[in-house]
């Protein structure tokens, strides 16, 4: 089993840029997540998602959007890049229970926006 | 206060040294507690299940203190291997987990 992947792990944007993370797990989790960390920050939550076809929203949603049409995949997308988006992006899975179980995180995503 | 509070260090300890990390949280409705290990430009990975009756894994301790809303970790014989990140991270119901900032360790032959 690969885990949860994701996909670029490195990318660099201009400002006003859009690009799409995709993250794909095959555990069969329902729940998956979209975080970001800075340094001196720790792990923010930007999106999340309990099942197919749904999403929430986490701390910090403002800037971007997310899909989940297959159970398997977790898509976040960022429609105008600003630097401030520069950041480790990871993205997580748990079976379910999201406060109960432990969550199997991918390899991150290094995004650099100038 | 914030939801969970950690010491950022970094605690610097020999090979061989016992080291404790404390972590407070404010949701005395949180259920479920954990901590998670991460290496430098890696991700987080699961280190151990914190329960109410305390629980070890090998070197590692990790103990619940629900009356006063904290919970640590204690690394005995400290291996060079152990240095990392430590997250606090809690949980509750069917809200994600929560993440501590973490706490850096590093331990020096």
């Known amino acids: 089993n690969a885990g949860v992947t994701q996909t670029p792990k490195f990318r660099v944007l201009k400002t006003g840029q859009s690009m799409t993370l995709l993250c794909a797990q095959d555990?069969?989790?329902?729940?998956m997540y979209w975080y970001r960390q800075d340094p001196g920050m720790g792990l923010r939550l930007i999106h999340y998602?309990?099942?197919?076809?749904?999403?929430a929203k986490g701390e910090v949603p403002d800037g971007y959007n997310v899909s989940r049409l297959k159970k398997q995949n977790f898509l976040l997308g960022l429609e105008s890049a600003a630097p401030s988006q520069t950041s480790v992006y990871f993205c997580?899975?748990?079976?379910?229970?999201?406060?109960?179980?432990?969550?199997?995180f991918g390899p991150g995503t290094r995004l650099t926006v100038t | 206060r914030k939801e969970v509070e950690q010491d950022p260090g970094p605690f610097n300890v020999p090979e061989g040294a016992t080291v404790a990390f404390n972590c407070t949280y404010s949701?005395?409705?949180?259920?479920?507690f954990f901590w998670y290990r991460q290496d430098c430009r890696k991700e987080p990975k699961l280190l151990m299940s914190?329960?109410?009756s305390g629980n070890e894994d090998g070197r590692f301790t990790a103990q619940l203190n629900r009356a006063s809303q904290y919970i640590s970790l204690l690394i005995r014989d400290s291996k060079l291997s152990d240095s990392a990140t430590y997250l606090c991270?809690?949980?509750?119901?069917?809200?994600?987990?929560?993440f501590g900032k973490g706490t850096r360790l590093s331990v020096i032959a």
């Open positions: 997580a899975s748990s079976p379910r229970l999201a406060g109960l179980y432990e969550q199997y």
């Open positions: 555990m069969n989790h329902e729940y």
């Open positions: 998602s309990v099942g197919e076809g749904t999403t």
């Open positions: 949701n005395s409705a949180s259920q479920s």
């Open positions: 914190v329960y109410s």
């Open positions: 991270v809690l949980g509750g119901g069917n809200t994600p987990l929560v």
